[in-house]
């Protein structure tokens, strides 16, 4: 069982290698001039489209052939070719996978059915990553959280609604991005702020009270300035 289990584990590594070597490698030969999307007609189909696929494919991509085979590579590493054309912002709180220039973890680099071409819907991508589980370790790098209901209520707190819902602040359907900012923040974890709450700025006590604040007065039909007059009228009488 042992000499299998180490048979095995020498396959695996020799078929990485292997795929590692002929990483990029066309399956026949073409030059820069070649249309790439004849065959590759899908990099260009979906409801959004990143810009450079229409700006041609050598805006990411270069052809090396060498010898008589043909290579399609980057042209650049991957963790800084995106942030050539899309400035890098700086944050207090960086999301790891941002900073780190792992932008295809979360986005199709060519074309995708979701806004920001995201690889699938907003909760679907970053619960792949922090969705608890039985084999999660507790890390405070990678926090995860416990959901319900088919991943549909259970953050911040028991009952709290994260997807299905309405967003009170912008009429979309709630998901991780009604409170929290993707790439990084000002505040951990990775809570919006300030200008990126509608009407938010003025009256900061911490970062939970603010955000939970915003979107509950507007449930309740209410804005701090109504609430606080109703509450002045009441000490009057």
Request: with cysteine.
């Amino acid at each position: 069982m042992h000499r299998c289990a180490l048979f095995a584990g020498c396959v695996g590594v020799m078929l990485l290698w292997a795929a590692n070597l002929c990483a990029g490698q066309h399956p026949f030969p073409i030059d820069e001039n070649t249309q790439c999307l004849d065959c590759h007609a899908d990099h260009a189909t979906g409801d959004y489209v990143h810009p450079a696929v229409k700006n041609g494919c050598a805006s990411c991509h270069r052809v090396e052939n060498r010898q008589d085979v043909t290579f399609v590579v980057l042209k650049e590493d991957k963790s800084r070719l995106c942030f050539a054309c899309h400035q890098p912002a700086t944050f207090s709180y960086p999301h790891f996978p941002y900073t780190s220039g792992m932008c295809t973890r979360c986005h199709n680099p060519h074309a995708s059915a979701n806004p920001h071409l995201l690889r699938a819907k907003v909760n679907e991508v970053c619960l792949q990553c922090h969705l608890r589980r039985v084999d999660s370790v507790p890390s405070r790098y990678l926090p995860t959280i416990t959901l319900v209901s088919d991943n549909q209520v259970g953050h911040p707190y028991a009952r709290h609604p994260v997807s299905k819902v309405q967003d009170p602040l912008t009429g979309d359907e709630m998901s991780c991005l009604s409170c929290h900012n993707a790439h990084g923040s000002e505040k951990m974890p990775l809570l919006k702020m300030g200008t990126a709450i509608p009407a938010d700025a003025l009256n900061q006590v911490t970062e939970t009270n603010d955000i939970c604040r915003e979107c509950h007065m507007r449930l309740w039909g209410l804005d701090g300035h109504t609430a606080s007059k109703k509450k002045g009228k009441k000490k009057g009488k």
